[in-house]
């Protein structure tokens, strides 16, 4: 087999970093889609680097490249760090919370890739390559689809290959291509704070579809996902305690190649048999299963802002962000929305509001929902500090692409026949223009605005349909078709007419119906009136004629 692991050096940072100071690549896509839009992008010039650093316990844990080239280092207190910024240093506090959350959504997406895929907290996924290979060509193709993926998200990454899982984590987190090159140090357990689902001495796994305890150090294999409450693979089971790794260092010994050529006898007798089972996981000479994802069937998604926000046209930019990563599951999972759910929090989460966006067909791209959530926020009223944007889709359904002609349409249709608004591409066009105007009118007027019929299972005409709202879902089976033509412009109730008045064409239909009630015997009859519409009209027992409605 063939693993690949995927691993975060800056993760917990660009977690807490989210949406501020977008990647180059998630800037692109952006420019990309507004490109789509037909607006102009922003095309402002980048600021300045910003000195970031994230810090647990008033520590620095993280920091990215400018503050590292100020001297900052993970280990330095917060004053230190602020001491060699002069200043203009900005911190995060750590949250395991969200790093989980959001190292579970990375591998969602990466299900596409493959479908055995392991999150290793706290900074690494791990995916089984081997029979994906046939489908993406070659090793390199799948890196470079992999890392395309994560950058569109916003993270940076390095990618190893090994016959392992824990050999691929250990290259891809220390930076080596060859297991005797790894650094013990990158190996080490390090800086690791417990997030509130972990306990220092249990982590909890689901197998089977069960919760099972399970002491760190122990492997087991099974399916985990966010409906389910399971966690990610703990680091510690992946890496080797500071004590050992210093122990190691204190022989002599810096490199895994260096252990790999001592006596494993020996070394289980001064390390410990879990030191020697390590190793052979490392080389594949013990089984080491993986706890594999069961991707969830609906996408919920929040960004926390770092600072208030009361002005509208700000939340723009991080409902980009958060459609963008809609977009990115859709297509992993085959699948659109016809509804998305959002939801705008304030300081005092009960002071939340959501705001359900519907659409008049299924969508799956980010210009769509973007256009017609603008236009909802607009007539929405909202808190006033905005701190926590929340994103559910709703009404999810199968996605079927769109299909358009090779050739243009003339060339199909026949010489000397005008196809008109038939031909299958103009028809696609025009379905498009009227499905947008439909979702711009629900939302500027509301969904009430916008009503299509709908028809019910009675014998009567009048009560044989139902105003329905366009972004509603049918609430009842199609009856069958009736035997005869209906008009759609129906007099309520029916106009006495003199039958003199009309000209009839066709018929009669008997229509019977309500015995239980109120008896209704009708015969029906396409006729012509004298000022010459086409009309639809009965005669009933009494030999009373009545006009009930007119043909297009």
């Known amino acids: 087999m063939l693993w690949l692991a995927v691993h975060f050096p800056s993760f917990g940072l660009e977690v807490a970093t989210r949406g501020i100071g977008q990647k180059t690549a998630e800037k692109q896509a952006i420019k990309e889609q507004a490109i789509e839009e037909q607006t102009s992008p922003d095309t402002s010039p980048a600021p300045a680097a910003e000195l970031r650093v994230l810090i647990y316990n008033q520590q620095v844990i993280q920091c990215n490249s400018a503050a590292a080239a100020c001297g900052i280092h993970p280990g330095n207190s917060l004053a230190t760090a602020q001491s060699l910024a002069a200043g203009a240093l900005r911190h995060f506090h750590w949250n395991g919370a969200h790093e989980e959350a959001r190292l579970l959504f990375i591998a969602e997406v990466l299900y596409r890739f493959s479908s055995e895929v392991s999150p290793e907290a706290p900074d690494a996924i791990v995916l089984e390559a081997g029979r994906s290979l046939k489908l993406f060509g070659d090793l390199s193709r799948l890196i470079a689809a992999v890392t395309s993926a994560c950058a569109n998200l916003g993270h940076e990454i390095r990618v190893r290959a090994a016959a392992t899982p824990l050999a691929a984590l250990a290259l891809a987190r220390s930076g080596a291509h060859t297991l005797p090159e790894v650094s013990l140090q990158s190996l080490a357990t390090g800086f690791q704070p417990l997030s509130p689902s972990h306990s220092a001495t249990q982590v909890s796994r689901r197998v089977g579809g069960k919760v099972v305890g399970e002491k760190a150090g ?6 985990v996902g966010r409906e389910s409450g399971g966690k990610a693979t703990d680091k510690r089971d992946c890496t080797l305690p500071n004590r050992m790794v210093e122990r190691l260092h204190n022989m002599g010994l810096t490199r895994l190649g260096q252990v790999f050529a001592l006596p494993r006898a020996e070394l289980a007798h001064r390390f410990g048999h879990s030191f020697a089972t390590y190793l052979d996981r490392l080389a594949g000479r013990v089984p080491d299963p993986r706890t594999t994802i069961q991707p969830p069937d609906r996408f919920d998604q929040s960004l926390h802002l770092l600072e208030p926000l009361r002005d509208k046209a700000a939340l723009e930019e991080p409902m980009r962000h958060l459609l963008y990563e809609l977009g990115q599951w859709l297509v992993a999972h085959q699948l659109g929305a016809e509804a998305l759910v959002w939801s705008f929090s304030a300081h005092d989460v009960r002071s939340r509001t959501c705001m359900p966006v519907r659409f008049a067909r299924v969508q ?53 026949f005008d196809g008109g608004s038939e031909r299958s591409g103009d028809h696609s066009a025009e379905s498009t223009t009227r499905i947008e105007l439909l979702d711009q009118l629900g939302a500027r007027l509301g969904e009430s605005a916008c009503l299509r019929l709908e028809p019910l299972d009675r014998h009567t005409p009048e009560e044989a349909w139902q105003p329905l709202s366009v972004f509603e879902s049918p609430r009842h089976r199609l009856p069958p078709a009736p035997p005869g033509k209906r008009p759609l412009w129906l007099f309520t109730p029916p106009r006495p007419v003199n039958v003199d008045e009309l000209v009839l064409l066709d018929g009669p239909e008997r229509i019977q119906g309500q015995w239980w009630t109120r008896p209704v015997s009708r015969d029906y009859y396409i006729a012509t009136h004298r000022n010459g519409a086409r009309c639809w009209a009965f005669v009933d027992d009494s030999r009373q004629w009545y006009l009930h409605g007119y043909f297009a």
């Open 218 to 223: 122990e492997k087991v294999g099974g399916k």
């Open 364 to 416: 799956q791209q980010r210009s769509a929902f973007i256009g017609i959530s603008l236009l909802k926020l607009a007539e929405t009223p909202l808190p006033e500090d905005v701190l926590s944007i929340g994103l559910k889709a709703r009404r999810l359904k199968p996605w079927i692409a769109q299909n358009h002609n090779l050739f243009p349409d003339a060339l199909l249709a026949p010489a000397g």
